[in-house]
C-alpha cells in the first residue's frame, strides 16, 4: 500500500515545525511609539503565542499601517496553526512593505497547510529566490512538490537541503518516500536505510522505520519488515498504519493472534477506516469468532457499502 495523505501531512508537518526558527522582526531598542510591538517580539522570543497577538494586535489599533506589524502578527498566527489569519496578515504586511524571504516561507507553509500546493510552490521558490542558502527552505520545497505528486522534482529539492546541511532525518526520508511512490523500491529501501541510520543513537521519528518495512512488505519480506514495523508501532504508538502494517506482517508469517492484537489497535486509532474493519473481521473468521467477524464485516459494509473493494476508505 502507497503511503496514504495523511502521511505526508505528518511529513509535511513536522518539516514545516522545523523551517521557522527565526524572529520574524530584528529586535534593537523600542522606541516610545512602538513599545507594544517590542513587548509583543518578546513574547515571541518565549513562545507566548497568545499575549504576543495580544499586543501586536493592540500596536495595529494605532499603527494599522505597519508592515512589520502585520508581519509578525502573520508569523503568530502560523505558530497557532491559524493558516488562513496568518495569510491575510501576510498580504497586509506587503501593502506596506515587501516581504522578506523568511515571511515569505512562512506565507507559504500557510499555503501547503491549506492545501494550496501550487501557492506554495510558487512562494517557496520565490524565497528561494531571496535566500537560495536556506536549506529548510529547500526541503519545505521538497515536500510541497511530493503533496504535488511530482516526485522526481521533489527528490532534487530534497537533495538541494542535503547538500546545504547534511544528515537531516526528514530530508532523507522525503527521499525515500518519493522513490517508494515511483515505485523504485530498491531505492526507496536504501534512503529509508541511510535515514535510519543517521538516528541509529537515539532514534525519535517513526517514519523511515515505518517506511522501510512496508517497502519490505510490497517485496513479500515480511520477516524482514518485522523489527522495522515494530520499532516504528515502539516510536509512533498512535499511528494507526503503523500498526496496520506490523499487523499485515504478522498475518503473512501466520502469527495470527499477534496480527489480530494489532489490527485491533488500528481499528481503536483509526475506526472510520473501512479497510481495517475488513482485515479484522477476516482474522476473527480465521480464529473462529464468528460473531465478531460478522460486526466487523458490518462496519466494514456501513462505512463503504456492500459493493465496495475493502482497500476503499471511508471519506
Not at 512538490?145 to 537531516?168: C, G, T
Amino acid at each position: 500500500m502507497c503511503p496514504s495523505s495523511s502521511l505526508r501531512r505528518r511529513a509535511l508537518a513536522s518539516a514545516a515545525a522545523l523551517l521557522i526558527g527565526v524572529s520574524p522582526l530584528s529586535s534593537g531598542p523600542p522606541q516610545i511609539d512602538d513599545l507594544f510591538l517590542s513587548r509583543a517580539e518578546e513574547q515571541v522570543r518565549r513562545q507566548n503565542w497568545r499575549e504576543a497577538e495580544a499586543l501586536t494586535r493592540r500596536f495595529l489599533q494605532t499603527s494599522a499601517d505597519s508592515g512589520d506589524g502585520h508581519a509578525l502578527l502573520g508569523f503568530i498566527l502560523f505558530k497557532q496553526q491559524r493558516s488562513k489569519e496568518s495569510m491575510a496578515e501576510y498580504v497586509e504586511a506587503a501593502k506596506y512593505r515587501d516581504l522578506t524571504a523568511s515571511e515569505l516561507k512562512t506565507f507559504a507553509l500557510d499555503c501547503a497547510e491549506l492545501h494550496l500546493f501550487t501557492d506554495a510552490d510558487k512562494w517557496l521558490n520565490r524565497s528561494l529566490e531571496m535566500n537560495p542558502e536556506d536549506s529548510k527552505g529547500w526541503e519545505a520545497l521538497g515536500h510541497t512538490k511530493f503533496d504535488e505528486q511530482r516526485y522526481e522534482e521533489a527528490i532534487k529539492a530534497f537533495q538541494h537541503s542535503l547538500a546545504l546541511a547534511p544528515r537531516v532525518v526528514s530530508a532523507e526520508t522525503g527521499i525515500a518516500l518519493s522513490y517508494e511512490l515511483l515505485s523504485r523500491l530498491e531505492d526507496a529501501k536504501a534512503a529509508y536505510k541511510t535515514a535510519i541510520g543517521w538516528e541509529a543513537q537515539k532514534p525519535h521519528d517513526p517514519t523511515p522505520f515505518h517506511g522501510l518495512g512496508r517497502v519490505l512488505l510490497k517485496q513479500n519480506r515480511p520477516g524482514e519488515a518485522l523489527p522495522y514495523l515494530r520499532q516504528a508501532v515502539e516510536l509512533g504508538p498512535d499511528v494507526a498504519q503503523a500498526h496496520e502494517e506490523l499487523g499485515k506482517a504478522y498475518s503473512s508469517l501466520n502469527q495470527l493472534a499477534a496480527a489480530q492484537k494489532e489490527i485491533e489497535r488500528a481499528v481503536e486509532l483509526a475506526p472510520k477506516v473501512a479497510r481495517l474493519h475488513f482485515m479484522l473481521g477476516q482474522l476473527y473468521r480465521k480464529a473462529g469468532l464468528s460473531e465478531k467477524a460478522k460486526a466487523e464485516l458490518a462496519s466494514y459494509a456501513a462505512l463503504v457499502g456492500t459493493s465496495s473493494t475493502p482497500d476503499v476508505d471511508a471519506k
